[in-house]
């Protein structure tokens, strides 16, 4: 059964601690793994896109890495805005439809 | 702008009282779907539409109807709400089959 689970279910960091979020997947065929973040009562928003295993994307504080059983979200000295849940979901190359992780809730204190 | 807009944004309800919540897109995105999130269980597919008069079921889709007669308007009915679809819902859409979702701003039920 494909499946994502994500873990921590939440992580709480001082200003400039950084660490890592992971998402683990099992999928037949893996078409791409979709990293979002949500603020709470707003709708998810796209960060990034990953389609092979040695993928890396970066943007600003965060880089998404992936490997054929998980991916990871790396966070580099967070600031208290990047306080979220962020969201990881695989789509499989026979399905059109998306397979959603429950999210790491992410709080960072000043 | 592109986006993707829901209405309401909060609704409290009575069970057995139909109700519609609306969605458009301004994209011309061929894909929409319906997603109702609850604590601890993530987002969870309600309905999808690949395109205009094609639509099927999710993961959830019992007690729920959608129509798609148009590009843009994905609605979501409740026919008969009952308290257990108290819930937090989003629409969403995108270009085509493996592109990345946008979504609304999201639609907090509540079914008393």
């Known amino acids: 059964e494909d499946q994502v689970t994500q873990s921590p279910e939440a992580l709480r960091l001082q200003e400039g601690e950084s660490s890592s979020l992971n998402c683990s997947y099992t999928?037949?065929?893996?078409?791409?793994l979709f990293w979002y973040r949500q603020d709470p009562g707003k709708g998810p928003e796209f960060l990034f896109t990953?389609?092979?295993?040695?993928e890396e994307k970066e943007k600003e504080r965060l880089k998404a890495t992936l490997t054929k059983k998980e991916s990871f979200l790396h966070i580099t000295a967070p600031k208290p805005e990047d306080s979220a849940t962020y969201l990881c979901?695989?789509?499989?190359?026979?399905?059109?439809?998306?397979?959603w992780g429950a999210g790491t809730k992410l709080i960072i204190k000043p | 702008e592109a986006q993707v807009t829901q209405n309401p944004r909060y609704l409290i309800t009575v069970t057995g009282k139909k109700l519609t919540v609306t969605c458009s897109q301004n994209?011309?995105?061929?894909?929409m779907s319906w997603y109702r999130q609850d604590p601890g269980l993530g987002l969870r597919q309600i309905y999808y539409?690949?395109?205009?008069?094609?639509?099927d079921k999710g993961d959830v889709p019992e007690g729920y109807k959608v129509s798609r007669k148009e590009k843009r308007n994905f609605p979501l009915i409740l026919e008969s709400p009952s308290p257990n679809q108290t819930s937090l819902y989003f629409c969403?859409?995108?270009?085509?089959?493996?592109?990345?979702?946008?979504f609304g701003s999201g639609t907090q039920l509540s079914v008393l």
């Open positions: 539409s690949m395109n205009v008069e094609v639509t």
């Open positions: 999928v037949s065929g893996l078409r791409g």
């Open positions: 990953l389609y092979s295993a040695g």
């Open positions: 969403a859409s995108r270009p085509g089959g493996y592109e990345k979702l946008f």
């Open positions: 979901a695989v789509q499989a190359d026979s399905n059109y439809q998306l397979i």
């Open positions: 994209m011309n995105h061929e894909y």
